[in-house]
């Protein structure tokens, strides 16, 4: 978890080099925010380790001192890179994820190797994307994160481990935000002129 906090500190206050979307022309320096959560009390931590089971250790040490946390949030829009929710959010979340598979039969689902989407957990996604991060639980992924993207009925096992995730993203959020989608998109608080975070910016 020492690493996870030393990370986290890296992250509280960033800058991006950003370029514009689309046919629009020119470069931006963003300033981002991460927002954090204080701790889970006992009874979410109780929910926590009954939902996740034998892969809840690395959640419920991360959850114990920060009950969600939004990483890299716009200072002049509500764009973020990734969100972390609070526990008591996972149900809803989770209901949100599964709703895009409900029209999606069964053979296809096998097809697409689907298998831990009625026991899996949503506990993190992109905002504004539709896709979410989910704890397998079952099938061939147990123990997995995945990355549930609805566009095209598609999904990646993005990190062995709870802990991997959040260095995979942490690492180089700059780079994930692109590979996760490109959906995150700040403002200038100016134009209607989205920009793409492409590199950390240092004054």
């Not at 890299?72 to 829009?77: A, G, N, V």
């Not at 979340?93 to 298998?115: C, Q």
Request: some cysteine; charged content about 30%; hydrophobic content about 35%.
């Amino acid at each position: 978890m020492e690493e996870i906090r030393t990370l986290i500190s890296k992250n509280l206050s960033n800058q991006f080099r950003c370029k514009a979307a689309g046919s629009d022309n020119g470069e931006f320096i963003t300033s981002t925010e991460t927002v954090v959560e204080k701790g889970a009390d006992i009874a979410a931590l109780g929910a926590l380790r009954a939902q996740l089971r034998e892969f809840s250790e690395e959640f419920s040490e991360f959850f114990s001192e920060h009950n969600g946390i939004t990483f890299h949030r716009d200072t002049l829009s509500d764009a973020a890179g990734l969100q972390i929710h609070p526990i008591e959010d996972w149900n809803e979340i989770t209901s949100l994820m599964r709703e895009w598979y409900e029209f999606i039969d069964e053979e296809e689902l096998d097809e697409a190797g689907i298998d831990w989407l009625e026991s899996g957990i949503a506990f993190a996604e992109v905002p504004h994307s539709g896709n979410y991060f989910v704890l397998a639980l079952e099938g061939k992924n147990a123990g997995k994160i995945l990355y549930s993207d609805h566009d095209g009925l598609e999904y990646e096992p993005y990190a062995d481990t709870f802990f991997a995730f959040l260095k995979k993203y942490l690492a180089a959020p700059e780079k994930e935000m692109y590979r996760l989608g490109c959906y995150t998109r700040y403002s200038d608080g100016k134009t209607n002129i989205q920009w793409i975070p492409e590199e950390p910016y240092s004054p």
